[in-house]
């Protein structure tokens, strides 16, 4: 009855924004409201979950899809919009995020079609990861003032049953790291490299990607096992930051010189291990140097991701035949149940100084759209974050 | 001395060809013949190893390769002679080949450039496999009348130090067998799929050039090993082979039809394990069907090998990323070691009539250059050889 009320007068418009919500978590107007609590007042009808409060409360500014790009994503491609923050269910809890998480992979989320998680259908928030503060919780796992890690989506403010929420402490890293060495980006490195390249002492690592959030890991991690790392970035600023910063052994500029002559003098062993965050032409050029017994760790193709032209596959892939080398994807999610030990881990070699991280953050969830782009444009420097 | 009396007198006209080498292994004319055998007579100067014969001995039937052909090979890029057979050093030995083996790979030995063995050099006999029989042996590993196979080349009679000839036993199978089951065409299957290409039981297995000579082997593997085996071929009377005779479970016709909806048909469930000796398109096209963690093994591209353009790389490789799958090639060599294990397996599953083997043979050696052509027209079936 509460519901078909609230149908019946929701065209009247809202006078100011109040967060409230009454069955079903339909937010109200302020007549919506009043009525409401007439009706709760008097008992007219059983009502078993309300909160209503007169102070005004934030709002959660969101980002939802609502078209699918063709090419590099647009502002257009997603709405903006800001709305009451819903009334929590049992099991539920409410997360402020604090950092928001800008990765290549969200490019691929936008598509229609298969893949490893299904597409952020439209009109949904965009997915992303974020960490973030627990305002309320009616969910027995959390308690307001845990700090969580999760797919927040790019939102300020998310509602969730707690799956695939993990808690984690402020006090042992600042937040951003949970989004850089500690998250999602970290482990990738640490399981692409490692599980499935490889490496063994003496070795030569090659990195594309390599001042990016996950490259730069990869070729710390490569460093620390014994390797022989080179890495491949755009200008000379990162270049020099790779060689003097995080220790890599030799240092390509994609965007000057040519990439096959620079392969051959900082690779003179030939490659063992080339882990592709980039795609198109430099892993092509790349599988024409591989070694015997060789691994290409696949972990993206940046380079493709936003063409409207068909992606450029590898024509050198026969080489991996001729090198008894492979070619292997993976999905970070496939190791979960190890990422503690890959803190653990990683955490010690940044205690020892081995391992260096480096957070790009944004201010304002407002400049999402435009701060994905950095992504694509080699603008970013470190791990891409939106502070919100 | 001799050889300088061999060079002065080598313009003058041989009358008839006869076997005979002296000091440097050099053939000699009738006219250098009775100059030599005055010189042995006479003792004039200490000669260590010769033999005379004035019975008229076999020649040596060879295909040298003389320029490296661009797209299909041509009779032209090869030399055909007919060359008195060498006299034995120590340690060699001569084999009479009975079969020589015509495979894909053979099209890449005659390309220039760095691959998993060195190119033939231009001027040498063609390489290839073969088995054959010893005709005479000053090594004491082998004894007249042993059979062998090994890389004879393209020629009727070989010299050669033993290095890389396995003793075969013609009681044991039937020669041909030891160039199709028993030999690197049964081990290239044997070994690919089952230790790149890993089939568990229930698993869809796609073989590509499936009633080829590699093909076919893996697919009767992969039913032995209990899996739902899909297989590619050209051609409605290959298919209907595959199926009746061999136990596929389905077979595609790629000279008709859309390929794209037959396997959709034919691999419900998607496909675990490609083992791939065509490459091109149908690559392309099956890793968009591939399932998690699947493997696709690169045995061949047998569609890329006579190019003239570049050659086509699988545009959907990213499909191995979402997937978590590997692309990987190998090479059988690496496997030597145990090729006998291998044959020992394959001989008690063919005795048990699990396994089938196909032989096309092709009468003289003579027909090479064109008779290699079937290979990439499709014009064989089974495994292609010339019985010399």
Same mark, same amino acid.
């Given at each position: 009855?509460?519901?078909?009320?609230?149908?019946?007068?929701?065209?009247?418009?809202?006078?100011?924004?109040?967060?409230?919500?009454?069955?079903?978590?339909?937010?109200?107007?302020?007549?919506?409201?009043?009525? $409401?609590?007439?009706?709760?007042?008097?008992?007219?009808?059983?009502?078993?979950?309300?909160?209503?409060?007169?102070?005004?409360?934030?709002?959660?500014?969101?980002?939802?899809?609502?078209?699918?790009?063709?090419?590099?994503?647009?502002?257009?491609?997603?709405?903006?919009?800001?709305?009451?923050?819903?009334?929590?269910?049992?099991?539920?809890?409410?997360?402020?995020?604090?950092?928001?998480?800008?990765?290549?992979? #969200?490019?691929?989320? #936008?598509?229609?079609?298969?893949?490893?998680?299904?597409?952020?259908?439209?009109?949904?928030?965009?997915? !992303?990861?974020?960490?973030? $503060?627990?305002? &309320?919780?009616?969910?027995?796992?959390?308690?307001?003032?845990?700090?969580?890690?999760?797919?927040?989506?790019?939102?300020?403010?998310?509602?969730?049953?707690?799956?695939?929420?993990?808690?984690?402490?402020?006090?042992? !890293?600042?937040?951003?790291?949970?989004?850089?060495?500690?998250?999602?980006?970290?482990?990738?490195?640490?399981?692409?490299?490692?599980?499935?390249?490889?490496?063994?002492?003496?070795?030569?690592?090659?990195?594309?990607?390599?001042?990016?959030?996950?490259?730069?890991?990869?070729?710390?991690?490569?460093?620390?096992?014994? $390797?022989?790392?080179?890495?491949?970035?755009?200008?000379?600023?990162? $270049?020099?930051?790779?060689?003097?910063?995080?220790?890599?052994?030799?240092?390509?500029?994609?965007?000057?010189?040519?990439?096959?002559?620079?392969?051959?003098?900082?690779?003179?062993?030939?490659?063992?291990?080339?882990?592709?965050?980039?795609?198109?032409?430099?892993?092509d050029l790349v599988l024409t140097m591989i070694?015997?017994?060789?691994?290409?760790?696949?972990?993206?193709?940046?380079?493709?991701?936003?063409?409207?032209?068909?992606?450029?596959?590898?024509?050198?892939?026969?080489?991996?035949?001729?090198?008894?080398?492979?070619?292997?994807?993976?999905?970070?999610?496939?190791?979960?149940?190890?990422?503690?030990?890959?803190?653990?881990?990683?955490?010690?070699? #940044?205690? &020892?100084?081995?391992?260096?991280?480096? &957070?790009?953050?944004?201010?304002?969830? &407002?400049?999402?759209?435009?701060?994905?782009?950095?992504?694509?444009?080699?603008?970013?420097?470190?791990?891409?974050?939106?502070?919100?």
């Open positions: 009855m509460i519901f078909l009320l609230a149908v019946a007068i929701q065209k009247i418009t809202p006078l100011y924004l109040i967060s409230i919500n009454i069955i079903h978590n339909k937010s109200l107007t302020k007549h919506e409201l009043s009525i $409401c609590i007439i009706i709760v007042h008097f008992n007219l009808i059983e009502v078993k979950n309300y909160r209503i409060s007169t102070v005004k409360l934030a709002l959660n500014k969101q980002f939802k899809l609502i078209s699918r790009p063709i090419g590099l994503p647009t502002r257009d491609d997603f709405e903006y919009s800001e709305t009451s923050i819903p009334l929590l269910n049992e099991g539920e809890l409410l997360v402020k995020s604090e950092y928001i998480s800008l990765d290549p992979a #969200m490019r691929g989320w #936008m598509n229609e079609g298969k893949s490893y998680i299904p597409p952020v259908r439209l009109g949904d928030v965009m997915r !992303a990861g974020g960490v973030g $503060c627990v305002l &309320e919780s009616k969910n027995g796992k959390f308690n307001k003032g845990d700090f969580v890690h999760g797919l927040l989506g790019v939102q300020s403010h998310s509602v969730s049953d707690g799956k695939g929420m993990t808690k984690i402490d402020p006090n042992l !890293a600042p937040l951003p790291l949970y989004l850089s060495l500690f998250g999602l980006t970290g482990m990738t490195a640490y399981f692409g490299l490692l599980s499935i390249g490889e490496p063994k002492q003496g070795d030569t690592v090659l990195v594309s990607g390599a001042a990016g959030a996950t490259g730069s890991v990869v070729g710390q991690i490569a460093k620390i096992k014994g $390797c022989h790392v080179v890495g491949i970035a755009g200008g000379q600023k990162k $270049c020099d930051y790779i060689i003097n910063k995080l220790g890599f052994d030799g240092a390509i500029d994609y965007t000057s010189g040519n990439v096959a002559s620079a392969l051959k003098t900082n690779c003179p062993d030939g490659i063992d291990v080339f882990y592709d965050n980039v795609g198109g032409d430099i892993l070694n015997l017994n060789a691994r290409v760790v696949i972990c993206g193709a940046i380079s493709q991701y936003n063409n409207t032209t068909p992606i450029k596959g590898p024509a050198n892939y026969l080489s991996l035949l001729v090198n008894r080398a492979k070619m292997q994807g993976f999905i970070v999610f496939d190791f979960a149940s190890q990422y503690k030990e890959a803190a653990v881990q990683m955490g010690q070699w #940044m205690a &020892e100084g081995k391992l260096k991280s480096k &957070e790009h953050i944004v201010e304002g969830i &407002e400049t999402f759209p435009e701060t994905l782009l950095m992504l694509f444009s080699g603008g970013n420097f470190g791990k891409l974050m939106i502070k919100v």
